[in-house]
């Protein structure tokens, strides 16, 4: 059974270019309940962290340090089929490849500033939310 929350980032790029307000506005029209949300910035270890799967990858450290160049937005997500309804909104990876309409089409600027940061499954949903929310910030 799919679960009900999935996690999100607003990235650097986007939230520097105005973009957290019409983000957030797509995230609440696609049925989206925003249970936590935060404006913070990463530091390089943080960001490191929070990526470490890719630890390794050609991507790896450009990633670490475009994570930790601005401010972005954390955010807990609930909806039925949370994860897959949320990917499917934000559209492919690369911006080249997402459909009309996305967030990712709308938004991004490059693959690797691709607007936003949404969990694959939702173990990871879990674990990336347990990474900037304690269980006393989410309602």
Known sequence: MAGKL??????????????AGPILKMINEAGFVIKAMK???????????FYAVHKGKPFYESLVEFMSSGPIIAAVLEKENAV????????????????????????????????VHGSDSDENAAI?????FSKTERY
Do not use: H, V
């Open 6 to 19: 999935t996690f999100t980032m607003i990235k650097p790029t986007a939230f520097k270019n105005n973009y």
């Open 84 to 115: 897959e309804d949320y990917r499917a909104l934000i559209g492919a990876t690369n911006p080249e490849n997402a459909e009309e309409g996305t967030i990712r089409k709308l938004y991004a600027t490059s693959l690797q500033q691709n607007a």
């Open 39 to 49: 404006l913070t910035q990463l530091t390089p270890s943080q960001a490191g962290a």
């Open 128 to 132: 990336e939310s347990d990474f900037f």
